[in-house]
């Protein structure tokens, strides 16, 4: 497994997580289990302390006696673990068990009558004091605290074996973790492999687009994927198309030209023809190889401010007719295309508009447009006050050099480019006079 892949994260990640999980785990298990041990073991002290607190007697002089045999055999044995002792109110000790000879006696805590105090002493002992008030028959009265002790080795010993048990069975089950977490890692990263075979079937030409049953949330990737491929293959299509074009085209005007060397002089008119008709050739394959066609894979681009910069330019590329540029187009209209798409089209036919207008060109952005049973996001209008073009050359003015007035200045391609652009694109465009301003009218839909 690479480092760079998202499955190596993933499982470190969620690797790192567990281990800081289990890490608190065994640290608040520990330490429960750790606290009921020592409430089990004041449990067990207590019931030492009342089994001391049978035996003793109270003497009618005062004194208090202990039997020889003791209730529990290991207060007898000497270093059994289990001590007692018992000092009075003055901390004074009065009586130690056998098991308890030659140890140091630390003194018991200041203890109200019938109060207990669990604590964990020095030398490593669990101690459990008990203060008692003694009263005995004849009426002497005594205040006594009892001391149960033992070593704190068996809490110890009961918590390292429950550490050791509970770190095997972590560890045992954050292994298992792990396993089952790659094995869900490689089931949800799945469909994120297979979309790669696709695009590599792609890359080697067994598939022409991603079509497989891919998983919701990649459906969107591969819907753009698929637009990204269909559009740059379109683009290369069309370079090809244009190579093609472009030598299929200039064949008749070089043979022309090569008939027409050995006799320049005559064939002067011809010649210069030959030239702007090669011109008008490799212009309009340029241009139509360079348009891009691309939608939804560029970022948002906002037609309102296109429309603005075109109308700047052109007013000052047109300013001895002064025209009247009557906008009306939101603030913000953003659309998925690419920007030299944009200006291509706009440009062109705004230029139409201005070349042909009398004094007023008319422009119109609507969003979320609908044309027949499809909806648009888009839809530019076009129109001018100029005497517009007859509704039955309107086909003709989309092919390539036709031209609506020959005595124009002009290559007759630019109506051309604009109608397969927006073809590309999904889009459409129609034509017809404008009903406000008499001229022509375009209307651009743009998907």
Not at 286 to 304: P, Y
Not at 327 to 337: D, G, H, K, N, T
């Amino acid at each position: 497994m690479q480092v760079k892949s998202l499955s190596f994260r993933l499982l470190v990640s969620a690797g790192l997580v567990l281990a800081a999980f289990f890490a608190l785990a065994s640290v608040v298990l520990e330490q429960g289990f750790r606290e009921s041990a020592e409430q089990a073991l004041k449990e067990k002290l207590q019931v030492y302390v009342y089994s001391l607190l049978s035996a003793a007697e109270l003497k009618n002089s005062g004194d208090l006696s202990m039997p020889a045999n003791l209730p529990e055999p290991q207060f007898a044995t000497p270093g059994s673990g289990l001590y007692g002792f018992i000092h009075s109110a003055k901390k004074n000790l009065l009586w130690r068990s056998p098991s308890a000879i030659g140890l140091n006696v630390t003194p018991p805590p200041e203890l109200i009558a019938g109060n207990s105090a669990f604590l964990l002493a020095e030398h490593g002992r669990y101690a459990l004091h008990y203060a008692v008030i003694w009263k005995n028959v004849v009426g002497v009265e005594r205040e006594y605290i009892f001391t149960v002790t033992e070593d704190a080795q068996f809490v110890s010993n009961q918590v390292e074996r429950f550490r050791k048990t509970l770190r095997v069975w972590l560890l045992a089950l954050g292994l298992v973790l792990i396993f089952i977490q790659l094995a869900l890692l490689r089931w949800s990263i799945k469909p994120l492999r297979i979309i790669v075979k696709d695009l590599e079937a792609i890359e080697k030409g067994r598939k022409t687009h991603l079509d497989g049953d891919y998983a919701t949330e990649l459906e969107g990737l591969a819907g753009t994927l698929n637009a990204f491929i269909n559009s740059e293959r379109a683009h290369l299509e069309r370079y090809r198309n244009a190579l093609a074009d472009l030598a299929h085209s200039l064949k008749t005007p070089l043979s022309i030209l090569r008939g027409c060397a050995e006799s320049f002089s005559v064939n002067k008119e011809t010649v210069k023809e030959q030239i702007v008709r090669m011109d008008e050739i490799v212009e309009y394959q340029l241009q139509r190889a360079a348009a891009k066609g691309e939608h939804k894979t560029a970022g948002a681009v906002d037609l309102s401010l296109i429309i603005k910069k075109i109308c700047a330019s052109l007013g000052k590329v047109y300013i001895d007719k002064n025209i009247n540029f009557d906008r009306a187009v939101p603030e913000q209209s953003l659309i998925y295309y690419d920007e030299g798409d944009l200006y291509e089209i706009a440009g062109n036919l705004m230029d139409n508009a201005c070349k042909w207008c009398r004094s007023t060109v008319k422009l119109t952005i609507s969003l979320n447009a609908r044309k027949g049973r499809r909806n648009f996001a888009l839809l530019l209008e076009i129109e001018d006050d100029g005497p517009g073009i007859p509704a039955g050359k309107l086909a003709e003015i989309l092919k390539r050099g036709v031209r609506a007035d020959e005595n124009i200045h002009g290559h007759g391609i630019g109506m051309a480019v604009v109608y397969e652009l927006i073809g590309l694109l999904g889009g459409l465009l129609e034509g017809k006079k404008s009903e406000t301003l008499g001229g022509m009218k375009w209307s651009v839909y743009l998907a």
